[in-house]
């Protein structure tokens, strides 16, 4: 069994910064690409960014390319996803996500992945 507990959202003014974390627990975390995906009322939850198993290999959503970076630590099973020059339209609640297939190939579906964290609220606002 796999549990996720994201932390570290809140209210930001336009253009600044939130960096959001992401603590697993389990067996072989490391082996599993994450994710994170967001959701604001409304609207179906989207894609962000992923990581696989290596943390170099990273993917994002066009939306947020050049502003949002996601991290990986193997050593704590913790995944991060520090957010910059954010917007209005990043407001939603973000969630973490794991994949247990390993080897797929596509990465932005919410549908494959398996364990999810509660979520955290970040809203952009003046």
């Known amino acids: 069994q796999v549990h996720l507990v994201e932390s570290g959202g809140g209210l930001v003014q336009p253009g600044g910064s939130l960096r959001l974390s992401c603590a697993a627990s389990?067996?072989?975390?490391?082996?599993?690409?994450m994710a994170w995906f967001r959701q604001s009322p409304g609207k179906e939850r989207e894609f962000v960014a992923a990581v696989n198993r290596n943390p170099l290999d990273k993917f994002y959503a066009d939306s947020v390319k050049g502003r949002f970076t996601i991290g990986r630590d193997n050593s704590k099973d913790t995944v991060t996803l520090e957010m910059n020059s954010l917007e209005p339209e990043d407001t939603a609640v973000y969630y973490c996500a794991l994949m247990t297939s390993l080897g797929t190939s596509t990465y932005s579906y919410s549908t494959q992945y398996d364990y999810w964290g509660q979520g955290t609220q970040v809203t952009v606002s003046s």
């Open positions: 389990g067996r072989n975390i490391n082996l599993f690409r």
